[in-house]
């Protein structure tokens, strides 16, 4: 059973940056695929930015060159530095984590990006 903790957000101007943090509770956190996800008032929930078992990334054209999402093996946590926020950025943004058959997400976390 893997249980994910998410924490870092909140109000934030534009043009700002915010870490997003999600530690994982449980064992064989290096065998979990994990992502980022967001969903903005009256969207779909979308994929923002993925990272591998192996580390290797993937990012949404929205956020590619101002999103960065990294993990840390060690502490059992994954990130996501986001720069150069836009007011479109606003979402609750959930880390989810996949070990297959199950997926796991996180609590969620409100971003706003506002003046």
């Known amino acids: 059973q893997v249980q994910l903790v998410e924490s870092g957000g909140g109000l934030v101007q534009p043009g700002g940056s915010l870490r997003l943090s999600c530690a994982a509770s449980?064992?064989?956190?290096?065998?979990?695929?994990m992502d980022w996800y967001r969903q903005a008032p009256g969207k779909q929930r979308e994929l923002v930015a993925s990272i591998t078992i192996t580390g290797r990334t993937n990012y949404a054209d929205a956020v590619k060159g101002r999103f960065t999402i990294s993990r840390d093996g060690a502490k059992n946590t994954m990130y996501l530095q986001m720069n150069s926020l836009k007011p479109e950025d606003t979402a609750v943004y959930y880390c989810?984590?996949?070990?297959?058959?199950?997926?796991?997400w996180g609590q969620g976390l409100q971003v706003t990006v506002s003046s």
């Open positions: 989810h984590a996949k070990r297959i058959p199950t997926d796991y």
């Open positions: 449980g064992s064989g956190f290096s065998l979990l695929a």
